[in-house]
């Protein structure tokens, strides 16, 4: 992923709602969202390449998201694929923290992770080291830290909120096209991460659009106060809509 926008326990129909776009290169191959013939209980897409993935739920309500970290002298660092973190999240049954405790960072590139559930969330990065605890509230991660004020997170976090303040049954197709906004920032709100001005423009939009690489997919996951899980994926062809996989089910 590379945008998540969340709102964790501050809605009086949802306990979580979360609206991401996962932004990859079009030759990476990837399967729609889908139960797992491996692992039945997960729901999630699936990169074919590493056979992780980059958001996904289960039939229990863990939950596991993750983006990667924006550093040009670290792209082909660490050895292991970091989709595999969200994948034995999701596959395992220990709590956030002991999960933490399992991982090597240095086996990975930079990666952020979102893990828990509806009443728990953790944020861990492996550049940092460092977990905490999310609070309720209105919450945003790119390729940065959690809440970093790039523009494309601001943009995102004011949209969900100003959006959810106005509703009580969230529309799932509303916070789709909110999720295709592909106005580019100011160059004056641009971060500096290293790979240039042409590029930090290219990557500013809540949803990319470049020759070869953009927003893949978008995912609306939400967790209401009765148990009911909805799982919401949107797939694109090169910037063009391509087909919808909708799940609902209770939690157990």
């Not at 980059?54 to 660092?77: H, Y």
């Not at 596959?91 to 399992?102: D, F, I, M, R, V």
């Not at 197709?173 to 500096?192: C, G, N, R, W």
Request: hydrophobic fraction near 35%; proline fraction near 6%; aromatic fraction near 10%.
């Amino acid at each position: 992923m590379c945008l998540i926008n969340l709102q964790f326990r501050k809605h009086p129909t949802y306990k979580l709602i979360v609206a991401a776009n996962r932004d990859e290169f079009y030759g990476r191959p990837a399967a729609p969202a889908h139960f797992w013939d491996d692992e039945p209980h997960i729901l999630a897409g699936r990169d074919l390449t590493g056979m992780g993935t980059w958001l996904g739920v289960t039939k229990q309500g863990r939950i596991a998201a993750l983006t990667n970290f924006r550093d040009p002298t670290n792209l082909e660092s660490g050895r292991l694929s970091r989709g595999e973190v969200v994948k034995n999240f999701l596959a395992g049954t220990t709590s956030p923290k002991e999960y933490l405790q399992t991982i090597d960072p240095k086996q990975y590139a930079g990666f952020n992770i979102i893990i828990g559930n509806a009443e728990k969330l953790v944020y861990y990065n492996n550049i940092q080291e460092e977990s905490y605890d999310i609070p309720p509230g209105i919450h945003g991660l790119s390729n940065h830290f959690l809440n970093t004020p790039w523009p494309k997170v601001t943009k995102g976090k004011e949209r969900l909120a100003s959006y959810m303040a106005e509703t009580e049954k969230a529309d799932l197709d509303k916070i789709f096209t909110m999720l295709t906004d592909d106005e580019h920032a100011p160059d004056t709100h641009l971060p500096d991460t290293g790979v240039g001005l042409d590029l930090e423009r290219m990557l500013s939009p809540m949803f990319i659009k470049t020759p070869d690489y953009g927003t893949r997919s978008a995912t609306v996951v939400l967790v209401a106060h009765d148990g009911t899980l909805t799982f919401a994926e949107r797939n694109y062809e090169k910037g063009i809509f391509k087909e919808d996989n909708r799940f609902e089910f209770k939690i157990k």
